[in-house]
């Protein structure tokens, strides 16, 4: 069943096309983990987050400068190479320059029957939500008028129950990478990513299925040095296949592809738009938004049960503001004794051999 997953998020535009045509409903794309994907459920389209490629960016190339985030860089080149022609709109939030910019970049180079910009409030606090609320109120009137739907209290409540189930069955699968782990690292972010891609019903009935049969499980992972991971983005498995490779277990993380997409449900008992708004921006910890203390304590929460011997930073080049949070958390985690191994720069084949001797030499001090 796992294997299903993997499937799945190697085969996810052949997998969305399919279900398109039987469905006859949309595909809306999206960035970044702080758009409210249950108000584009409500309005009846499917929400799939864009996600890069680690191959060469052969047309990007001639849009954006060399040095970029390669993240953006590679979702817009598979945008040029067609592999998302059968988007029918896209969601860009306001988050950082690179993302803010693809509104732009998509607008003038496709198509779109539809593309939208959510404004997202820079810094948390009670005036910073009733904004964002205001902001989902027009997200959610543009929706209705593009779709020709209306987006009742009930549809949205109805979205918002499917997605906490879907967070409470990730949940309970992280659960599984701590003690002796019935899943691996690169198992749980395969069905981490693949909750991004598929229709969330499907996803929560493959994923309580699995779930139901994950104890009696006879192929267990081996155990490794246990080993928890921070990163900007990392939008597919190599780079956790590599650190099992390497002999490392990784039982928590925190990434928006990650435990930041699904962590903290949203609140059942607040009108429908009041706790999207509360939940999507003040409770993802994202150091875009929220202080490096609060930030910490998220990574602690996180942490809890695992029994983390290091931690492995994975930042991507031109991230800043996950890079202006390194030097504290460093410094936090390293006072808590936990050793720290850091990486900056963008996913290639000939990056990914020289991490391989870092992470193992990091392994190795770490059995000593």
Not at 62 to 80: E, G, I, M, R, T
Request: one cysteine or more; hydrophobic letters at 35%; glycine letters at 6%.
């Amino acid at each position: 069943m796992i294997e299903d997953f993997r499937q799945y998020r190697q085969s996810r535009h052949q997998e969305i096309i399919k279900w398109k045509l039987e469905t006859g409903k949309r595909v809306m794309g999206v960035f970044c983990c702080n758009v409210p994907e249950e108000i584009i459920y409500a309005a009846d389209m499917l929400p799939v987050r864009i996600l890069g490629e680690h191959e060469e960016t052969t047309e990007a190339d001639l849009h954006f400068p060399v040095k970029v985030c390669p993240y953006p860089k590679s979702c817009f080149d598979q945008a040029l190479k067609g592999r998302y022609d059968y988007l029918d709109g896209l969601v860009v939030p306001n988050v950082c320059d690179m993302i803010r910019a693809m509104y732009g970049f998509w607008k003038r180079s496709f198509k779109l029957p539809y593309i939208y910009f959510l404004e997202v409030p820079q810094k948390i606090s009670t005036h910073g939500v009733d904004f964002f609320l205001k902001q989902l109120i027009l997200f959610k009137e543009s929706l209705e008028n593009f779709s020709g739907k209306e987006i009742t209290r009930e549809s949205l409540l109805r979205a918002i129950e499917v997605y906490n189930e879907n967070r409470a069955l990730l949940s309970k699968a992280y659960e599984f990478r701590k003690g002796s782990p019935r899943l691996s690292g690169v198992e749980t972010q395969e069905i981490v990513l693949t909750s991004m891609l598929m229709p969330k019903e499907s996803h929560n009935r493959l994923l309580s299925q699995l779930l139901d049969r994950i104890t009696n499980r006879d192929d267990a992972p081996k155990e490794g040095v246990r080993l928890f991971v921070s990163a900007s983005m990392l939008d597919d498995t190599d780079f956790f296949q590599l650190i099992e490779e390497c002999g490392g277990n990784i039982v928590a993380d925190d990434m928006p592809t990650g435990s930041r997409y699904f962590f903290n449900p949203v609140d059942t008992t607040k009108e429908p738009l009041d706790a999207l708004a509360e939940r999507y921006l003040a409770r993802i910890p994202c150091p875009r938004k929220m202080r490096p203390e609060a930030r910490f304590d998220h990574v602690r929460e996180a942490m809890r049960g695992a029994e983390a011997k290091g931690v492995i930073i994975h930042n991507l080049r031109a991230c800043d503001c996950h890079l202006y949070e390194y030097p504290y958390l460093k410094e936090k985690l390293e006072g808590e004794g936990l050793p720290v191994l850091f990486f900056r720069g963008e996913e290639t084949e000939t990056e990914r051999e020289r991490q391989r001797d870092d992470i193992e030499a990091f392994i190795e001090m770490l059995r000593g």
